[in-house]
């Protein structure tokens, strides 16, 4: 697909209609909780993949008062195909929030987060368990387990994220295991 394809496919998907921010608050205050819980600092730099409105940013510094640098990925800003897309340096952290579920092949992200991360990753996802990921959005292509994440080497916490008790998986995976939250 041409970078300009993508682009309008993406900037077609953002702009369609959405529940408000206060109602999707939960999953970027549960990111932002393992963040934290994993050592977050103003002096880190977190990658937000697939960022769509950076509403993680939002959250981040609105909520917890937080001035790290943000840096957002996502194909609506510059084409950028997930499926296939490696960050070409380190960071302190990444975020991937309701993005996994959206891949073809969402344990390849995963892998390239995990290898370029310097401290963690953390990752939001509906919970199979209690939606059928596929139904909830066209663009669903792979519903993540929470099994599937814990093999992953993330720990893993259920969350209520649209609306139905513990329909969220919220992830948070740490570059040096010795040292996982609690």
Known sequence: MIVNDRIQRCEEYI???RRPYAERK???QAAADRLYLGGLSNLDILVDVGAGLTE???CLRVE????GRYVPVDGWLDGVDLNTWEPDR??????????LEHLKDPGRLVEVLQKRATRGLVVTTPNPEIWDVLAMDATHLTPISRDMLEEWGFQTTLHTFYGKYQDGITGLWLQNADKQAP
């Open 56 to 58: 993680l940013d939002v």
């Open 64 to 67: 917890h008062g937080w001035r």
């Open 15 to 17: 702009r369609s209609p």
């Open 26 to 28: 939960a999953r970027y």
């Open 90 to 99: 380190a960071f302190d952290w990444f975020a991937a929030l309701e993005i």
